[in-house]
Nanobody, 119 residues
Framework: VQLQASGGGLVQAGGSLRLSCAAS????????MGWYRQAPGKQRELVAA???????NYADSVKGRFTISRDNAKNTVYLQMNSLKPDDTAVYYC??????????????WGQGTQVTVSS
């Protein structure tokens, strides 16, 4: 199983970015897909996650600014980030809680995409 993330970049404070992450490979189903981020010197933290049934979970720091969506048929998750702040600067990682075609349940991670917000 591979996760391919895209959409990071450099943006000014108040701007927007949209991240995408597509999962491919021996996938039977994906329970939860989401985004984590890690800023320099800090631990990786959950940003947002969405279950296959549509339940969502957001970090308090991004509520009202970020929206996670998902295309289950395409095994793809999106993160629309609005009103970006310098504190949002981090490497963003895509995550998938996956059941493979051989029946294993495993966590998979994308390669990370850099988001930099300038003040």
């Amino acid at each position: 199983v591979q996760l391919q993330a895209s959409g990071g970049g450099l943006v000014q404070a108040g701007g927007s970015l949209r991240l995408s992450c597509a999962a491919s490979g021996s996938i039977l189903s994906i329970n939860v897909m989401g985004w984590y981020r890690q800023a320099p010197g800090k631990q990786r933290e959950l940003v947002a996650a969405r279950s296959s049934g549509g339940n969502t979970n957001y970090a308090d720091s991004v509520k009202g600014r970020f929206t996670i969506s998902r295309d289950n048929a395409k095994n793809t998750v999106y993160l629309q980030m609005n009103s970006l702040k310098p504190d949002d600067t981090a490497v963003y990682y895509c995550h998938a809680d996956t059941i493979t075609t051989w029946g294993d349940r495993s966590d998979y991670w994308g390669q990370g995409t850099q988001v930099t917000v300038s003040s």
